[in-house]
């Protein structure tokens, strides 16, 4: 059981930065590749990034290449999403999710792989 919180939620301006952060609690944090999605009002939940249990590979969505970049600490049981130059189009509840197998790797970019969710912080980017 992997439960998750995330954090570093907040309202910037277009250009800013925000590094959202996900605690898990649980023994087997870093057996789990670990994805970060997004849903803005409206919209279906959508894919950002994902990132191995090693933490060595990386994956994501095209529209924040170059933008975000996922990271995690297993001893912290902790992953990261820096954010920068954000635009008002990222604006949306952000979810991290544990993959649902154990050590999976390459994962796809669908919510249903995913078995263990966080509640969603809260991003607003401002133009």
């Known amino acids: 059981q992997v439960q998750l919180v995330e954090s570093g939620g907040g309202l910037v301006q277009a250009g800013c930065s925000l590094r959202l952060s996900c605690a898990a609690s649980g023994r087997t944090f870093s057996s789990y590749s670990m994805g970060w999605f997004r849903q803005a009002p409206g919209k279906e939940r959508e894919f950002v990034a994902a990132?191995?249990?090693?933490?060595?590979?990386?994956y994501y969505l095209d529209s924040v290449k170059g933008r975000f970049t996922c990271s995690r600490d297993n001893a912290k049981n902790t992953v990261y999403l820096q954010m920068n130059s954000q635009k008002p189009e990222d604006t949306a509840v952000y979810y991290c999710?544990?993959?649902?197998?154990?050590?999976?790797?390459?994962?796809?970019?669908?919510?249903?792989?995913?078995?263990?969710w966080g509640k969603g912080t809260q991003v607003t980017v401002s133009s």
């Open positions: 990132i191995s249990w090693s933490g060595v590979r990386t």
């Open positions: 999710a544990a993959h649902k197998g154990v050590r999976v790797w390459p994962v796809r970019a669908i919510p249903e792989d995913y078995g263990y």
